[in-house]
């Protein structure tokens, strides 16, 4: 199972990205998927989660009312919509399956996902 996470780009404060997650090997409807961010120097953190299906989804404080997640299983694709971004969601931003929503507070053997991908970088400038 592959994972690819593609829309990375520099953008200044304010701006807008959207992430996009699609997977090879595997169907991503199937399974809860997670977005997952690194900042320089700092731990692997969740910031997304949605369920499959997708009746729910969770986000870290940090982005709530920013940051969205969907799925178009049609296309068996998972979005991250990032809106007002600020200098502080600078990071690689990863997604990952199939993620337990558990993942979002911490990310440790027992929660952590068996697939990631390979992540794409988000730079915002002031």
């Known amino acids: 199972v592959q994972l690819q996470a593609s829309g990375g780009g520099s953008v200044q404060a304010g701006g807008s990205l959207r992430l996009s997650c699609a997977a090879s090997?595997?169907?991503?409807?199937?399974?809860?998927v997670g977005w997952f961010r690194q900042a320089w120097g700092k731990k692997r953190a969740g910031v997304a989660w949605?369920?499959?299906?997708?009746?729910?989804?969770a986000y870290v404080d940090s982005v709530k009312g920013r940051f969205a997640i969907s799925r178009d299983n049609d296309q068996d694709i998972v979005y991250l919509d990032m809106n007002d971004l600020k200098l502080e969601d600078t990071a690689v931003y990863y997604c990952?399956?199939?993620?337990?929503?558990?993942?979002?507070?911490?990310?440790?053997?027992?929660?952590?996902?068996?697939?990631w991908g390979q992540g794409t970088q988000v730079t915002v400038s002031s």
């Open positions: 090997g595997a169907t991503l409807r199937d399974y809860g």
């Open positions: 990952a399956a199939p993620c337990p929503p558990e993942a979002m507070v911490v990310v440790t053997e027992s929660t952590s996902p068996d697939f």
């Open positions: 949605i369920s499959a299906p997708a009746d729910a989804v």
